[in-house]
């Protein structure tokens, strides 16, 4: 049973550039969370999504971040014109429940903007 | 005053010691408890979870007090291998939203 997955696993973008995560859930389930981790500091909820739909976003930046969990194919956290403060990394989760249940991470997605 | 607070660390024991780790959160509406461990630049890992009647999972035990708000975690018999950041999580009312402490940094030394 494959777990989450992400790709890429190291993006390198320069300022200005659109950035584009992917998130693979673990089969079967249907919640998927995104978070940011800043170097030596804690991961920060961004959003938590079901299919389709966007349960929570409070974590997010209110512009050029985005976030999608289509009916089909992973979940997208879109960075749009990157800036060096957005340079961390970013991880997915994935749960067969909403809360209160397990959280499996994926491995992440370094970001690093030039 | 952050939503969930751990001990700052490092905590720097010999193989064999015993270590507690604390953490407070702030909102008592809170429904769900967990320690992950994350190790350097990995993803974070579920340790366990934490209930009210306390659990243990071999060298692991894990407390919750609601009243106080407060969640520990103790280590016994330190490894090598426990060296790590342990952090503390609260799922807060509908389940959904999940804020992780900042994490206490271990360093198990022979």
């Known amino acids: 049973n494959a777990g989450v997955m992400q790709n890429p696993r190291h993006l390198v973008r320069r300022r200005g550039q659109e950035a584009r995560l992917r998130c693979s859930p673990m089969?079967?389930?249907?919640?998927v969370y995104w978070y940011r981790q800043l170097p030596e500091e804690g991961l920060k909820f961004m959003v938590y999504l079901q299919k389709e739909n966007i349960i929570d976003e409070s974590g997010m930046p209110k512009e050029r971040f985005s976030a999608e969990f289509p009916k089909e194919g992973p979940s997208i956290l879109r960075i749009q014109q990157v800036v060096r403060g957005d340079s961390a990394a970013y991880f997915c989760a994935s749960s067969a429940n909403r809360g209160g249940n397990e959280q499996f991470f994926g491995p992440g997605t370094r970001l690093t903007v030039l | 005053r952050k939503e969930v607070e751990q001990d700052p660390g490092p905590f720097n024991v010999p193989e064999g010691a015993t270590v507690a780790f604390n953490c407070t959160y702030s909102?008592?509406?809170?429904?769900?408890f967990f320690w992950y461990r994350q190790d350097c630049r990995k993803e974070p890992k579920l340790l366990m979870s934490?209930?009210?009647s306390g659990n243990e999972d071999g060298r692991f035990t894990a407390q919750l007090n609601r009243a106080s708000q407060y969640i520990s975690l103790l280590i016994r018999d330190s490894k090598l291998s426990d060296s790590a950041t342990y952090l503390c999580?609260?799922?807060?009312?509908?389940?959904?939203?999940?804020?992780f402490g900042a994490g206490t940094r271990l360093f198990v030394k022979a």
């Open positions: 934490v209930y009210s």
């Open positions: 089969k079967g389930h249907s919640h």
């Open positions: 999580v609260v799922t807060n009312t509908g389940g959904f939203k999940t804020i």
């Open positions: 909102n008592s509406a809170s429904q769900s």
